[in-house]
């Protein structure tokens, strides 16, 4: 066949490619079986952690009952037979006393504008098991407000970083292995006959973007589910807005991450060697993760972690749900995390090009770095 009659092979165009290479990874992993075991292992963890939450809820929590100073003989009476341990005072400032000394968690006196004619006094919020026993909303005074719910505030911090570090860790780590794993068996050089490094690389970001947030939407519809169940569908409302910004910063916030592992990963060619390489990102994601959980109730802390791309994914939501975010925040915060997912793609995508097709020893990321003619 001579070069007239031979027939003209196209390439895809860069957004088709990048789409083709996405598939590929998406069918790969989703006929993993330990791909699907992992999955299901830590979707059966989030069911279990939501259903002990909601029996610690139902239960009163696992220190005992809520002691309560109470002003009035009816409201004692009711609440000793709700399993409250019940300090019955003479007046209101007796009870206040009782409150600020610690020796009781809240204290219930008459006098309300709601509906009914009752008071809780707290120190910084009102025991849910006690609004719950009451048989409407009174009102509430708190008098040292910090966070509304402490233990409920470190585990929603918990929560969103556990899915943030393990979904990012795990599918980073996956993007990471394919790479090398490609440059090993030398597909690599057959995919770029076809595609161009840098669609290959996007290919790959996508395909895995979208396993990870098929992951956590998956997570999140089974947290749902959970909390709707035991009961707890007003901590499902008051994560509504949180739950959203979760998502919207998760997406980006993986990406960033996704073409750090990518690039990083090509420079070695052999399985072995991947954490040598990839161990600076995934520090880059612990240390935003413990500060996340050690100082989520430092106000200034957290709004700094708020504004980091590493960080942003899992503080602005906790400072949503905490209410300490102004409305305009969370965009602001997404606009630095875009602003850095191009810089970092601009830089890893020379990296990768510069170092997937070399095999042999590890390349020095000076060498990736360095501008090709």
Same mark, same amino acid.
């Given at each position: 066949?001579?070069?007239?009659?031979?027939?003209?092979?196209?390439?895809?165009?860069?957004?088709?490619?990048?789409?083709?290479?996405?598939?590929?990874?998406?069918?790969? &992993?989703? &006929?993993?079986?330990?791909?699907?075991?992992?999955?299901?292992?830590?979707?059966?963890?989030?069911?279990?952690?939501?259903?002990?939450?909601?029996?610690?809820?139902?239960?009163?929590?696992?220190?005992?009952?809520?002691?309560?100073?109470?002003?009035?003989?009816?409201?004692?009476?009711?609440?000793?037979?709700?399993?409250?341990?019940?300090?019955?005072?003479?007046?209101?400032?007796?009870?206040?006393?009782?409150?600020?000394?610690?020796?009781?968690?809240?204290?219930?006196?008459?006098?309300?504008?709601?509906?009914?004619?009752?008071?809780?006094?707290?120190?910084?919020?009102?025991?849910?098991?006690?609004?719950?026993?009451?048989?409407?909303?009174?009102?509430?005074?708190?008098?040292?407000?910090?966070?509304?719910?402490?233990?409920?505030?470190?585990?929603?911090?918990?929560?969103?970083?556990?899915?943030?570090?393990?979904?990012?860790?795990?599918?980073?780590?996956?993007?990471?292995?394919?790479?090398?794993?490609?440059?090993?068996?030398?597909?690599?050089?057959?995919?770029?006959?076809?595609?161009?490094?840098?669609?290959?690389?996007?290919?790959?970001?996508?395909?895995?973007?979208?396993?990870?947030?098929?992951?956590?939407?998956?997570?999140?519809?089974?947290?749902?589910?959970?909390?709707?169940?035991?009961?707890?569908?007003?901590?499902?409302?008051?994560?509504?807005?949180?739950?959203?910004?979760?998502?919207?910063?998760?997406?980006?916030?993986?990406?960033?991450?996704?073409?750090?592992?990518?690039?990083?990963?090509?420079?070695?060619?052999?399985?072995?060697?991947?954490?040598?390489?990839?161990?600076?990102?995934?520090?880059?994601?612990?240390?935003?993760?413990?500060?996340?959980?050690?100082?989520?109730?430092?106000?200034?802390?957290?709004?700094?972690?708020?504004?980091?791309?590493?960080?942003?994914?899992?503080?602005?939501?906790?400072?949503?749900?905490?209410?300490?975010?102004?409305?305009?925040?969370?965009?602001?915060?997404?606009?630095?995390?875009?602003?850095?997912?191009?810089?970092?793609?601009?830089?890893?995508?020379?990296?990768?090009?510069?170092?997937?097709?070399?095999?042999?020893?590890?390349?020095?990321?000076?060498?990736?770095?360095?501008?090709?003619?």
């Amino acid at each position: 066949m001579n070069a007239q009659t031979a027939p003209l092979v196209r390439r895809p165009t860069p957004p088709r490619a990048a789409w083709l290479v996405a598939e590929r990874e998406i069918t790969t &992993r989703l &006929r993993s079986k330990a791909f699907l075991i992992s999955t299901g292992i830590l979707l059966l963890i989030v069911l279990a952690g939501v259903l002990f939450g909601g029996f610690v809820s139902q239960s009163g929590g696992i220190g005992g009952p809520t002691k309560v100073a109470v002003v009035g003989e009816e409201p004692a009476e009711n609440l000793e037979l709700a399993g409250f341990d019940v300090t019955k005072v003479a007046d209101r400032a007796a009870a206040q006393e009782l409150v600020e000394s610690g020796e009781v968690d809240a204290a219930v006196v008459p006098g309300a504008e709601g509906p009914i004619d009752l008071t809780v006094v707290a120190l910084e919020s009102a025991p849910s098991d006690l609004m719950q026993a009451l048989s409407a909303s009174p009102s509430v005074e708190l008098l040292d407000p910090i966070i509304e719910n402490f233990f409920l505030a470190y585990l929603v911090s918990i929560a969103f970083g556990m899915v943030f570090f393990v979904s990012v860790m795990t599918f980073g780590t996956t993007t990471a292995q394919s790479v090398v794993e490609e440059k090993q068996t030398r597909i690599v050089e057959i995919l770029l006959a076809t595609v161009s490094a840098r669609a290959l690389l996007a290919g790959k970001i996508i395909g895995m973007s979208v396993l990870a947030v098929g992951q956590v939407v998956a997570i999140v519809a089974l947290a749902s589910l959970g909390l709707l169940f035991t009961g707890q569908d007003i901590l499902f409302g008051e994560l509504g807005i949180a739950l959203i910004w979760f998502g919207i910063l998760f997406i980006f916030g993986f990406v960033l991450i996704a073409t750090l592992y990518a690039a990083l990963a090509s420079l070695v060619s052999r399985q072995e060697d991947i954490g040598s390489v990839t161990s600076p990102v995934m520090v880059l994601v612990m240390i935003p993760f413990y500060l996340v959980i050690f100082f989520f109730d430092n106000a200034r802390v957290m709004e700094i972690l708020s504004y980091v791309p590493l960080s942003s994914p899992v503080a602005m939501p906790l400072r949503l749900y905490l209410g300490t975010a102004e409305w305009w925040e969370p965009f602001a915060a997404l606009a630095v995390l875009l602003a850095t997912i191009a810089v970092v793609l601009w830089i890893g995508s020379r990296i990768y090009s510069n170092s997937v097709l070399r095999t042999g020893s590890r390349v020095a990321l000076k060498d990736a770095l360095a501008k090709t003619n």
